[in-house]
């Protein structure tokens, strides 16, 4: 798909973006060579390739769920401005 000067200047307008008259044509030849690419990706057969969470085949080590700090839930709500129930209350943003 190419894009000519005109349909840079409407996308640019629909974005609310500000292209100066010079800047124009590297931007439609920037934008007309990423949209050929796309075109050329989705040419790809890809019947029969399984989708991938990760591009490599690798399992991540876990550390171990352990705690590894204290509770200090007491010492920093005795220094909050309010606190009830052991929640910080804070003045209200959304009426």
């Known amino acids: ?3 000519d000067q005109t349909d840079v200047e409407k996308i640019a307008h629909l974005a609310r973006i500000a ?5 124009i044509v590297n931007t439609t030849e920037g934008l007309t060579q990423i949209l050929t690419m796309i075109d050329q990706m989705q040419a790809a057969d890809t019947d029969n390739v399984e989708p991938l ?4 085949e ?3 080590r876990l550390r171990a769920d ?10 920093f709500q005795a220094i909050a401005p309010a606190t009830e129930n052991g929640l910080y209350l804070v003045p209200k943003v959304i009426e």
């Open 1 to 3: 798909m190419a894009l």
């Open 19 to 23: 292209i100066d008259q010079q800047d």
């Open 53 to 56: 969470a990760h591009p490599l």
């Open 58 to 60: 690798m399992e991540q």
């Open 66 to 75: 352990a705690v590894t700090e204290t509770n200090q839930r007491e010492t």
